[in-house]
């Protein structure tokens, strides 16, 4: 038992200078007296959903704007769509008014049923044996960012399922494969001939999506795209007078202010880049979210992430399963998501100026 208790204290110790970056003096605890102990198997899986945890944080980006939700029991829950209340004056001695939301359950309601996410990490017994904790360090890393990966796919993944489009160029296109100017979803950015549509957005097309949550009631913080879809706004000579760095904001995200674009939007917009954004270098088309980051949507959450460990001995072999049961689930009908699909990947040129002459 001894044993066992300075198995713990040295495993803690070693956690804790290898979290620091420093160099532990003496023995270090080999992988497999971290296996191979009970008392110690405990600490050590702790470890292990926090070296995956770290690894995947960077990665969540729009997770983030999922509000997490406790499921308890049962696999689904139905999330009512709700119109909003409006608070008024109330005189003296006068009731106080009763206002009741009106609820679609069966129409705009979303039902997020949870499913299982998870993978098997195996390690063998000759890297046990040789204590190569830097390779299985590096196994769980990768393990972690599949897992943040999946999750932030997902998330995409029902914000093109809910979200309102505003602009689409290909479903703008006439029988000729040329966009329809007067079709509601065309874009109005123009190629280098100056006259014609060539399916990228506009100074005015880019504001109005931006304040496209604005019609549905909602206020507009994020527009997430692709870091690689930047540059073409960065480059625009139409935005060239918008004092905004492409890489002027922290992390991954860019702020505009209302100064910044002359006024035109009454609050601050954060550029937020993310490489989930969807992006076609085949087709040179890609996709724009503009959402209200507090009324996106709920993470429904069964089970956080776990892990549990077998042994296959006529392999050699020990085995990892790392599980966690979620849903991601969009409030409010989708209508804090406002989506540009299919916008050309390439630079928009400005109008031609008219110039009138004056004849006799």
């Not at 204590?131 to 914000?159: N, T």
């Not at 702020?255 to 609050?267: A, F, H």
């Not at 724009?288 to 959450?301: A, I, K, L, P």
């Not at 966690?324 to 209508?335: H, K």
Request: charged share 25%.
């Amino acid at each position: 038992m001894a044993k066992e208790l300075g198995l713990v204290e040295q495993y803690i110790k070693q956690v804790e200078a290898e979290r620091k970056g420093e160099s532990l003096r003496g023995n270090r605890v080999t992988l497999k007296e971290a296996l191979s102990s009970p008392d110690l198997s405990v600490f050590l899986h702790r470890t292990i959903i926090d070296v995956m945890k770290d690894a995947a944080e960077p990665l969540y980006v729009v997770s983030n704007f999922f509000k997490p939700v406790r499921l308890t029991e049962g696999r689904s829950i139905v999330f009512p769509a709700m119109s909003d209340i409006v608070a008024r004056e109330v005189g003296e001695g006068m009731n106080y008014p009763q206002e009741t939301p009106e609820v679609e359950i069966f129409e705009g309601g979303a039902e997020v049923s949870v499913k299982k996410i998870g993978l098997i990490v195996r390690v063998t017994d000759e890297m046990i044996s040789d204590s190569q904790w830097d390779v299985v360090g590096v196994m769980l890393q990768k393990a972690g960012r599949a897992m943040a990966r999946y999750k932030e796919e997902w998330c995409f993944r029902e914000f093109m399922r809910h979200g309102h489009v505003i602009f689409d160029p290909e479903a703008a296109k006439d029988q000729n494969g040329e966009i329809d100017p007067e079709s509601p979803f065309a874009t109005h950015g123009l190629g280098s001939d100056r006259e014609t549509l060539n399916g990228t957005l506009s100074v005015q097309d880019f504001i109005d999506l931006m304040i496209g949550n604005l019609a549905n009631g909602f206020q507009t913080t994020d527009i997430l795209m692709h870091p690689l879809v930047w540059p073409i706004f960065a480059k625009n000579p139409l935005l060239d007078k918008m004092t905004v760095a492409a890489f002027g904001g922290p992390g991954n995200q860019v702020t505009i202010t209302p100064d910044q674009v002359q006024g035109k939007l009454p609050m601050a917009v954060n550029i937020t880049l993310t490489p989930f954004c969807p992006l076609n270098l085949v087709e040179k088309t890609f996709d724009m979210f503009v959402v209200d980051r507090n009324e996106v949507g709920v993470m429904v959450v069964k089970e956080e992430m776990t892990t549990e460990q077998w042994d296959n001995p006529e392999r050699d072999i020990r085995a990892l399963k790392v599980k966690e049961r979620y849903a991601p689930g969009i409030l409010n009908n989708g209508r804090a998501i406002t989506v540009a699909k299919n916008i050309a990947y390439a630079q928009t040129y400005p109008e031609p100026e008219i110039v009138k002459t004056i004849t006799d």
